[in-house]
């Protein structure tokens, strides 16, 4: 059974600049939730998608942004890139007949310049 | 607002000794508690999940136990190794979420 996957791995990008991460959940799986990671705040939850409906939203600003597939894939933009989005982020895959946790991918390292 | 703390935040250990990780949280109303491993730079590994009806799960040398009336979880490493050197996170489940706390990195020694 694939895990979750996560493109690209590695990204590098210019402060104003916009990007687009993908995320891949386990098939069957139809919640796709995404956190950021940095050194200082941790691990902090950005969205969940279910079926294709944004259910929860962590307290990002608007410029973070992502949708969600009828496949259940899940993108999440960032525009107008600043220095402190520099981060690692994660996707994170739940669902199925039951619940047996989250999943995670192993993330897309975003460096802003 | 759900509160995850753990600690210690670094542990050093040598090899062969059984280990406590502690995670504590304010809110008692929660769905579940997943433990999580991180190796630098990767993702996390889902080590273990305790539904919030559950008191512990076992899983090779780790055992975990909730409690949520005192607002903590413990997790239990028998005979650590060094292969087992890594950011240990727990994360409570709240409504379609999960809330971390900030790790504890261990070291185990040869």
């Known amino acids: 059974k694939a895990g979750v996957t996560q493109t690209p791995r590695y990204l590098i990008k210019t402060r104003g600049q916009q990007v687009t991460l993908s995320c891949s959940p386990i098939?069957?799986?139809?919640?796709v939730s995404w956190y950021q990671q940095t050194p200082g705040q941790g691990l902090q939850f950005l969205f969940e998608?279910?079926?294709?409906?944004?259910?929860n939203k962590g307290n990002f600003p608007g410029r973070f942004s992502g949708r969600q597939f009828s496949n259940s894939r899940s993108e999440m933009n960032v525009s107008t890139l600043e220095l402190g989005d520099s981060a690692l982020y994660l996707c994170?895959?739940?669902?199925?007949?039951?619940?047996?946790?989250?999943?995670f991918g192993s993330g897309t390292r975003l460096t802003v310049v | 607002k759900q509160e995850v703390t753990q600690i210690p935040a670094a542990l050093s250990v040598p090899e062969g000794e059984n280990l406590v990780l502690n995670c504590s949280f304010t809110d008692s109303a929660i769905y579940n508690l997943q433990w999580f491993r991180q190796d630098p730079g990767k993702g996390l590994t889902s080590l273990l999940l305790i539904q919030s009806s559950q008191r512990e799960q076992t899983s090779g040398r780790l055992n975990a136990s909730l409690d949520k009336s005192s607002g903590r979880s413990t997790l239990y490493i028998a005979a650590s190794q060094p292969g087992d050197s890594a950011t240990y996170l727990c994360a409570v489940g709240d409504t379609g979420k999960l809330i971390f706390g900030q790790g504890t990195t261990l070291q185990v020694k040869p």
């Open positions: 998608y279910f079926s294709e409906t944004q259910r």
């Open positions: 994170a895959s739940s669902g199925g007949r039951d619940f047996y946790g989250y999943t």
């Open positions: 098939s069957g799986h139809r919640s």
